[in-house]
């Protein structure tokens, strides 16, 4: 027993309690995904029981099969309806959000910094605030139950113009300034040099718009009437209060509202962190 | 004073031509300017409006001055949602914290292998509809099939309990799922943060013999003071207008024990039957007038830019 072996000992020690944290919190946190989808391809009796069954004895798929034949539940419609949603609000979002933090990073616009202001202050009034505010106005404005009432509300996200603001506040303006000298139009300028530059921040806004439309249940919640404008996560919501969905059902929808969103993060990983934390880091 | 007139300068073009010369750059900012005015700004001051009001849904009926803010104040169900929001909001913020911020911190150490990976699966419920959040915690918490009570069974423990049933359990299982949710949102702003923290600090300090928890309290916390008083700042704003969880998981049940001001809000409006547009705009009001409270002090801390998804 040498000293050096006994600090070799405590290190194996440290280091096992660490992976274990790390493995128990991760455990934690997966294993709901894990189970949500071992529940919807096992047999039905087998959901329902008391054992602890951990992996299913056989896969059955037919709660898929039954759910896209269900009429009462056009679950190909709420899937349609959430990708239109959601691409919508995104486009709708970044696309109003590079114009206005192009035209407030590269010109000095008389009343600029009220715009900023304004633009910002609506991250003070999330969706949940102004139920009846936006209810109101989406229904003065006929939209209730259409697409575009949908998407409009949803595009509101001040914090994706932050992103690409910051961003564009950063990159030298040189070369714009070369390419007005030159005789460009200011689109030209934005299309041609300032967007190319900007694009790890129009991805990670374009990720995080889309990841958060997706998700959304409350703005489609209220504005929508009618079960064929409904996005999967409003659908999954009627169909277990409407016409009582099982346990398995419900669960079956849950898994087709989270894959996509769980896809794309995946595969996308890098650059929904890197816009996660663009602001947060503070010196 | 004097040399600075003297110095020769193009002189200042008149407001409205400068605004003239500009016209492209506001033709940029209308379409911003436009929806989110629309759809955020307006909508926020007429429910102001309305809250002084009598509404039914489209009709503005008879102004009523403050009467919708005595009414909330008299209402026992009010007081409920309020004080169950604070319960939520605190409790989520304060767990979420320490949990994310030692998972930070073990992620971050040097020798730990697999970063991402363990990133990326404490972030998975992050880019999880509530929805979805909802009805797996809502599976696994039933109180006869639920994983949890089969597995709390096996140890001896049975029945469970009825974690969205019991009044006095109910709550605190939406803080529990909200928790779940929420973890890697806040670790990957703090493993961020702790990747920016000079590695020579550590190194100064190991040489003067600091143990690891020194190290924790003496440079880490100190040093992440502003990360951390941004991320109570986005908890609490995000979880003051929580919603959809309570949506799906408990109706606001059982006797109102986990309703939330946001579902209060649509509930009073839209639920009862008696559609009180006026008197859930004052309750709006109330919820507003906190979460703007407490952006306001975010912006005063730092940028407010974290409030994605």
Do not use: C
């Amino acid at each position: 027993m040498t000293p050096g072996g006994a600090i070799r000992w405590r290190q194996v020690g440290t280091r096992a309690v660490v992976y274990t944290a790390l493995g128990v919190s991760a455990f934690i946190i997966a294993f709901p995904f894990y189970w949500m989808v071992v529940s919807t391809i096992r047999p039905e009796s087998e959901v329902y029981t008391v054992a602890l069954n951990l992996l299913p004895s056989t896969l059955s798929f037919h709660m898929y099969r039954k759910l896209l034949a269900d009429p009462q539940l056009p679950v190909i419609r709420f899937f349609l309806n959430s990708l239109v949603i959601a691409i919508g609000a995104t486009v709708v979002n970044v696309a109003t959000a590079v114009l206005a933090a192009y035209a407030l990073s590269r010109h000095r616009v008389p009343g600029g910094t009220l715009f900023y202001y304004l633009i910002v202050a609506t991250m003070m009034v999330p969706g949940e605030v102004v139920l009846i505010g936006l209810f109101r106005v989406v229904n003065a404005l006929q939209m209730i139950d259409t697409y575009q009432g949908m998407i409009l509300p949803l595009a509101v996200n001040a914090v994706n113009f932050l992103l690409i603001y910051n961003y564009m506040l950063g990159l030298p303006r040189e070369l714009d300034e070369a390419a007005r000298v030159d005789g460009a139009k200011i689109r030209q300028v934005l299309w041609h040099i300032t967007l190319p530059l900007t694009k790890p921040a129009l991805y990670s806004a374009t990720l995080l718009a889309f990841l958060s439309a997706w998700q959304n249940f409350t703005i489609p919640y209220l504005l929508t009437q009618s079960n064929n404008m409904y996005p999967l996560a409003v659908g999954a919501l009627f169909a277990e209060n409407t016409i009582m969905a099982t346990k398995q059902e419900a669960l079956t929808l849950a898994t087709i509202l989270t894959l996509p969103t769980l896809l794309v993060f995946i595969l996308t990983q890098r650059f929904v962190f890197s816009g996660i934390t663009a602001g947060a880091i503070k010196g | 004073m004097m040399a600075d007139r003297s110095v020769a300068r193009p002189p200042k073009p008149a407001l409205w031509a400068r605004m003239f010369q500009e016209r492209t750059a506001y033709l940029f900012l209308a379409p911003i300017l436009l929806v989110y005015t629309a759809f955020s700004l307006y909508p926020i001051v007429q429910t102001f409006e309305l809250s002084f009001f009598d509404a039914k849904i489209v009709e503005q009926g008879p102004f009523v001055g403050l009467k919708n803010y005595r009414d909330i104040l008299a209402s026992t169900s009010f007081h409920q949602a309020l004080g169950n929001t604070l319960v939520f909001t605190a409790g989520s913020t304060v767990v979420v914290l320490v949990v994310s911020l030692a998972l930070a911190v073990l992620v971050n150490i040097s020798w730990v292998r697999g970063k991402t990976l363990f990133k990326v699966i404490y972030f998975l419920p992050v880019v999880t509809s509530l929805v979805a959040v909802g009805y797996i915690w809502k599976w696994m918490m039933d109180p006869s099939y639920g994983i949890l009570n089969v597995a709390l069974s096996l140890v001896g423990i049975h029945p469970g309990p009825n974690w969205l049933s019991n009044p006095s359990l109910a709550l605190w299982s939406l803080v529990l799922v909200n928790i779940w949710k929420w973890v890697g949102y806040f670790l990957i702003i703090f493993t961020a943060n702790l990747q920016a923290i000079d590695q020579s600090y550590y190194e100064a300090a190991s040489i003067d013999g600091a143990g690891a928890w020194s190290q924790f309290y003496r440079i880490t916390l100190p040093l992440l003071r502003m990360a951390i008083i941004l991320s109570v700042i986005l908890g609490i704003v995000n979880f003051l207008k929580a919603f959809a969880l309570v949506f799906v998981m408990t109706q606001g049940g059982p006797a109102g024990r986990t309703e939330l001001m946001a579902t209060y809000v649509y509930r009073e409006a839209f639920g009862t039957g008696q559609m009180r547009f006026g008197f859930s705009a004052a309750a709006s009001m109330v919820l507003f007038v906190m979460i703007m409270i407490f952006t306001a002090l975010a912006n005063r801390f730092g940028k407010a830019g974290e409030v994605a998804l």
